[in-house]
């Protein structure tokens, strides 16, 4: 069974404050996805990566970066936290390499507040 | 601009009864879609998908109908029981391969007993 596991279930952190968010998949997946769920807004895709050091930009990439130096770990960084950046983050991996519907599993996410 | 919506953001049913939970997306060239449903501090699990090349897709007591025509999918569960209780959400490829979704806001979905 696919296990993909984010460092913290929660964190507080401080305005202006650069944040690592943590994310680990053990099943070998070439592809990897950080998303903020928000009240009302749904999930929104923020990066995603489909091979190591590879990444690309999601709907709502400003003000965050990503590092993906192993497979199986995909790291999402706030630059300076701000505090429209308080939400549920959450972290998923899938099959690639041509299984284009595999679905996507997703880690238990980190709610992140900034204050 | 949301391209796939669910316009109800919460649906209530008693135990056995049928939930239907609706989506609507604008995009003509979408051809896959799934369903997601999710806990209370738990990240999303994968429910159920349907191809465009089909209207119906069943697993057990979930069913998605989908109709291209209207640019619209539901899911059915029958019969409802409280432990189905959670959040759903539809999602789509936009086909560029990398299965990145885009998502609906989600229903939340209260089954009561």
């Known amino acids: 069974d696919v296990k993909v596991t984010q460092s913290s279930r929660y964190l507080v952190k401080r305005t202006g404050e650069k944040v690592f968010l943590e994310c680990v998949q053990d099943m070998d997946h070439e592809n990897m996805f950080w998303y903020r769920q928000d009240p009302g807004l749904g999930l929104r895709l923020i990066y995603f990566s489909y091979d190591v050091k590879m990444k690309e930009k999601g709907d709502i990439p400003e003000g965050y970066s990503v590092s993906r130096e192993k497979k199986e770990r995909f790291s999402l960084i706030l630059e300076s936290a701000s505090t429209n950046q308080t939400s549920m983050y959450l972290c998923a991996s899938s099959l690639g390499s041509g299984t284009d519907n595999s679905p996507l599993h997703f880690g238990n996410g980190t709610r992140l507040t900034v204050t | 601009d949301q391209q796939v919506k669910q316009n109800s953001p919460s649906l209530s049913v008693q135990e056995g009864r049928i939930s239907i939970l609706n989506c609507d997306y604008t995009?003509?060239?979408?051809?896959?879609f799934l369903w997601y449903k999710k806990y209370p501090a738990e990240g999303p699990t994968f429910l159920i998908s349907?191809?465009?090349?089909?209207d119906k897709n069943e697993d057990g007591r979930f069913t998605v109908f989908l109709n291209k025509s209207a640019k619209h999918l539901s899911l059915h569960i029958v019969p409802s029981q409280p432990g189905d209780s959670a959040v759903y959400f539809c999602a789509a490829p936009p086909g560029t391969g990398f299965q990145k979704l885009v998502f609906g806001t989600g229903t939340r979905l209260l089954v009561s007993p």
């Open positions: 995009n003509s060239m979408f051809d896959y």
């Open positions: 349907i191809s465009s090349i089909k």
